[in-house]
């Protein structure tokens, strides 16, 4: 599991990241928040239906255009809005000028004055003062606008993640404390009740692990609490058998034969999967092969004498190159599982036997119901040079 709080550590140092590198241009800031969370949605949602993923993403697009249009009017009228008047009558103001005249008293000449020479004073020079000095503004205007974008759009931006988060997990919630509270009351019921059977006990104890398993997760269904590949049907987890032979090339037409019949058998043809593996984190496969495994029904063998007899076979099956392709989708909080499920949502495997390909290696399961796909059904042909396999006429 891991933590909201641990999420939203990681989503902040990303978003600062992404905001360093593109605080110079809002609008590029925006459209690049816009795009990581589209991009953040998209994995998140990866495990629900098409028509909640189209739901939740039309929920974001609506919201990117409202915050949008904000910017955009925010913008606007900051570029057509005049400066503060303050700021013009600065701009406006001429500069002072320092003045540097003197002021000197002039006497009139006399004949005392004319016989003996006499000393002129020469008063100091008189400065004009002003008590009054201009104040100029700072244009601090255009760095207080981008803040203020700045701040708006990290504000929007955080709801909308709130919003989709809560939005996604809240079911998840709700399921896990149901899920929660159901295994508490068959505790107790358990503990009121008589001694039960050895592989009763071990039939509860599996199911509180995968009920425990569900609450811990974040995902509307059951998640295996040991390695392995699971069959999930009908909200029900069910572990595939691996094979002991290796799944051979899609070239290959037909397998060696198989004579053990399948241990997991699945109510209907709709199921999906889940892999848990440690080896698959970083090296997914994008595909995943679901093989037909057909039962070979008769058997064409000829005696010394060349005739021919033809005979039922039973307890025998060979894989074919017959199969059909499922997506592979992460699960979300969880590197190590992934989801396989086919690509149309209404998609029927036909009753029969499967085998789930995995790295070359099969994994065997049974959908139940009346085999009537001729695909599921051989019959062979033993000669002197080998044995021929062919797909059944009828059954």
Not at 119 to 127: H, S
Not at 201 to 219: E, F, H, K, P, R
Not at 221 to 241: I, K, R, W
Request: hydrophobic share 40%; proline share 8%.
């Amino acid at each position: 599991m891991v933590s909201p709080h641990a999420q939203e550590i990681e989503y902040a140092l990303i978003l600062q990241r992404i905001i360093n590198t593109v605080k110079e241009d809002p609008s590029q800031m925006r459209q690049t928040i816009y795009e990581f969370a589209r991009a953040r949605l998209k994995i998140d949602t990866a495990w629900a239906e098409d028509n909640e993923r189209k739901r939740l993403a039309a929920a974001l697009e609506t919201a990117i255009t409202g915050v949008e249009a904000f910017s955009a009017r925010r913008e606007e009228k900051e570029r057509l809005s005049p400066p503060a008047q303050s700021a013009q009558l600065a701009h406006a103001m001429p500069a002072p000028v320092s003045s540097s005249t003197a002021v000197e008293k002039v006497h009139p000449l006399t004949a005392a004055s004319e016989a003996a020479p006499q000393e002129i004073l020469v008063p100091e020079k008189v400065y004009p003062y002003r008590d009054e000095l201009p104040i100029v503004d700072v244009p601090v205007r255009k760095f207080v606008s981008t803040l203020a974008r700045f701040c708006v759009g990290t504000l929007l931006f955080a709801l909308v993640v709130t919003t989709v988060y809560y939005k996604q997990h809240l079911p998840a919630l709700r399921e896990a404390l149901s899920s929660r509270s159901s295994s508490i009351a068959k505790a107790v019921n358990s503990a009121a009740a008589p001694a039960i059977s050895q592989p009763t006990q071990q039939a509860s104890l599996s199911g509180d692990a995968s009920t425990n398993a569900a609450g811990s997760s974040s995902v509307p269904f059951p998640l295996p609490s040991d390695y392995g590949v699971y069959a999930l049907s009908n909200d029900t987890l069910s572990e595939l058998n691996l094979l002991p032979m290796r799944v051979p090339d899609r070239r290959i037409a037909m397998s060696a034969p198989i004579n053990e019949p399948s241990r997991t058998t699945l109510p209907d043809g709709k199921p999906r999967f889940v892999i848990f593996r440690r080896d698959l984190v970083g090296s997914a496969p994008d595909r995943i092969e679901i093989r037909v495994v057909a039962r070979v029904a008769r058997a064409l063998t000829f005696d010394a004498k060349g005739r021919p007899n033809l005979s039922p076979v039973s307890d025998t099956w060979n894989i074919r190159n017959v199969s059909y392709e499922f997506r592979v989708r992460p699960v979300a909080g969880n590197p190590e599982m992934l989801l396989v499920q086919p690509e149309k949502f209404d998609f029927t495997l036909p009753a029969g036997r499967y085998v789930f390909v995995l790295k070359d290696q099969g994994y065997d399961f049974t959908v139940g119901g009346e085999v009537t796909d001729l695909a599921h059904c051989l019959e062979r042909t033993d000669a002197a040079n080998g044995s021929f396999y062919s797909e059944c006429l009828k059954f």
